[in-house]
């Protein structure tokens, strides 16, 4: 099973238009254009010659592209037998070789028996398992983790997976109250356009799922853009906020929500959070349920995406509950997100501790952006994160608080300067990061500005999706002991990419891609990377997200984190290890008598678990059992907010309204910092 988490608009555009074709292929075997040689070697030179990464494509790493194409075209292992695999074992120390000769046909030949072996299960599909009544009552499961088994060694083998596999689904079907004539035409729906999907694949498909494996063997963010991929992605720039505001991915055969997008309305209404399984799609509230397990990415964007103001019906499997628990269906109203909801916005909580009557400012911060176009034409009104919140602390500082949360969850980045000059509000000057290319050559951002906007009580929240400039701001303040980090370990996307137009190295009649690379990569002043392994927190909040599922590490090609020679800095007196020691020795205190932080710690490891548990029961009667006890336990956890709203009230001085149990903790370790330098 795959589990790539995409990280930014571009990785989604490159999943939706991977495989989205308007027209149908001929049926006959795919042969590749002769431009489609050129590019491939254009695209290995530039590789071997400027990403950052510095490693030749050679017969190792031609070993690696080879499995990895093999596992794109066959994620699930549900096609490919031992024996198909050992037919490309021949091509295995070649590809490279293969390439810089323009020689692209490997590519066709391991799709070509692709296309067989679909075509075989699709007929055993139709013909043997749709409409065949299955016994519910056989004690048996089906690991839907096919990373975890090994390959099929005949047929015998491919039809007993895939006798699990229909089985599972109309298991699920029953449950959700489906008759057996409704089960079997879901099914006949669901494959017939699986199969509709595959016909639609292209010549131009199988050279950029190549070229993607080619590119992704280097970083999971260097990337290849046929030209209608690249056309799509400029398109979808300025339409990529539309809809519910959700970052897709496929993950066996579901539509997965990789992440929620701060401002929009999956946002806004909490009816849907990453990590989500999207089973049906419906239009309106009255509207008929699509099935589109097994459909393309772009399929179901489509059916999601819609006017501004309609509804859209939407039947998910819920991360807390995992494929054993029941589907939901919700209601979400279709929006674009404005850039108002984008912007910075503050807000004042209310804190009494120790008998302290303590008033919290809270800044959110959805992204680092920056009108730059604005900025250009001489605007002195422009747009900036850094202008935005110097504005909001100025506006929290006339109602004087005293403290600061800058809430950076779910902020996936943006603008580089825009991170130099937000940490230059919190430090007198100096560096802020550090940014080393390809050539090894090192550049140093630094806050020039003397001048210090805030140097109160500071936390900084952070979790898996806090990402690029996040990580710079978060270590810089972590760096310069300025402020407490407060929440979960952030993603570890510490690269950064360019795009290069591959017609400036081809002279063809014939138009030609593009190619994202990766070209530097981001240190902090200490001179330790925000790569791969993030920011990790002073104080660690309970998570549910493995680094394994969850983040730059889920990428087996992600650059590794390493460390560079720091720079000289001035660090603050402001946090020391002894405060954070107090700091998390106040945690830990609250664990023990706060009855709410005690059941959101024990839900969020049952979220964890569930996660990791990919096996799943055959038997009606067991998995009937498996919706109850998740139902169960979704009731028992509201009961247990119920029954403990005495003791939150307690215990919370004045937050017991907060439902946002990170902020709430958040807004707790500003407390104990604040009445530590009072007292």
Aim: aromatic share 8%; hydrophobic share 35%.
């Amino acid at each position: 099973m795959k589990k790539k988490v995409l990280a930014g608009l571009m990785g989604l555009t490159l999943m939706v238009t991977s495989l989205a074709q308007a027209n149908v292929a001929d049926t006959t075997r795919l042969k590749p254009k002769a431009v489609y040689g050129k590019e491939a070697k254009a695209i290995a030179y530039l590789l071997d010659n400027n990403h950052y990464r510095k490693i030749a494509l050679n017969d190792s790493l031609s070993s690696v592209i080879l499995t990895e194409l093999i596992k794109n075209l066959d994620n699930n292992k549900t096609y490919f037998t031992t024996s198909d695999i050992q037919t490309f074992e021949k091509y295995r120390t070649k590809l490279d070789d293969q390439i810089k000769a323009e020689d692209v046909s490997i590519a066709y030949e391991v799709y070509a028996l692709f296309r067989k072996r679909f075509d075989e299960r699709m007929t055993y599909v139709f013909n043997k398992l749709i409409n065949q009544t299955f016994d519910y009552s056989a004690q048996e499961d089906y690991e839907t983790d096919r990373d975890k088994e090994p390959w099929c060694k005949n047929e015998q083998e491919l039809n007993e997976v895939w006798r699990k596999l229909i089985k599972s689904q109309a298991l699920s079907l029953k449950l959700a109250g489906k008759t057996q004539p409704e089960i079997e035409k879901t099914l006949r729906d669901r494959y017939e356009r699986f199969q509709k999907n595959i016909v639609q694949f292209n010549t131009e498909d199988v050279f950029s799922l190549y070229m993607n494996t080619v590119t992704e063997a280097y970083d999971p963010h260097t990337n290849y853009f046929s030209p209608k991929a690249a056309d799509l992605f400029k398109q979808s720039m300025s339409l990529s906020l539309e809809g519910i505001g959700a970052r897709l991915q496929i993950e066996n055969d579901y539509t997965k929500v990789a992440e929620i997008i701060n401002g929009g309305p999956a946002q806004k209404s909490d009816l849907i959070h990453a990590g989500d399984k999207i089973t049906a799609v419906g239009q309106g509230e009255d509207g008929p349920l699509v099935d589109v397990v097994g459909w393309r990415l772009d399929e179901v964007v489509k059916l999601i995406k819609g006017p501004k103001g309609t509804k859209v019906k939407l039947q998910i499997l819920p991360s807390e509950t995992g494929m054993s628990g029941p589907s939901k269906t919700i209601v979400i109203v279709r929006d674009k997100i404005k850039l108002e909801d984008q912007r910075a916005q503050k807000d004042v909580k209310r804190y009494t501790k120790d008998g302290k009557d303590l008033k919290l400012g809270v800044i959110t911060l959805p992204s680092f952006y920056m009108d730059f176009e604005a900025y250009q034409k001489g605007d002195p009104n422009y747009m900036s994160t850094t202008r935005d919140v110097q504005r909001l602390i100025k506006e929290l500082q006339a109602e004087k608080v005293d403290g600061l949360v800058l809430d950076l969850r779910n902020n996936g980045g943006g603008s580089l300067t825009e991170a130099i000059d937000l940490t230059g509000l919190f430090i007198k000057d100096g560096p802020v990061v550090q940014v080393k290319n390809s050539a090894n050559r090192i550049e140093v951002g630094a806050d020039d500005d003397p001048g210090v906007v805030y140097n109160g009580p500071l936390v900084v929240m952070t979790n898996r999706f806090s990402a690029s400039a996040s990580e710079i701001f978060a270590g810089a303040i972590q760096d310069y002991h300025r402020g407490v980090v407060v929440g979960e370990s952030t993603f570890g996307k510490g690269t950064v990419q360019t795009v290069i137009d591959l017609s400036r190295f081809i002279n063809d009649e014939e138009q030609v891609g593009e190619l994202k690379l990766t070209f530097q990569k981001f240190y902090r002043v200490t001179g330790s990377s925000t790569q791969n392994k993030g920011v990790t927190p002073d104080v660690k909040l309970p998570t549910a997200l493995d680094p394994e599922q969850f983040g730059e590490s889920a990428s087996p090609s992600a650059l590794p984190w390493d460390e560079i020679r720091g720079t000289l800095f001035q660090k603050t007196p402001v946090i020391t290890d002894r405060v954070i020691t107090g700091l998390n020795k106040s945690y830990q205190e609250r664990l023990k008598s706060d009855q709410i932080l005690h059941r959101f710690v024990t839900d969020t490891e049952e979220v964890r678990n569930s996660y990791k548990e990919t096996r799943i029961s055959l038997n009606e009667a067991v998995r009937k059992k498996e919706i109850e006890e998740a139902e169960k336990k979704k009731q028992n956890a509201a009961m247990s907010t119920e029954i403990g709203g005495e003791n939150k009230k307690v215990n919370s001085g004045g937050l017991e309204d907060l439902d946002d149990e990170y902020l709430r903790e958040g807004l707790f370790v500003l407390g104990d910092l604040i009445t530590s330098k009072i007292g």
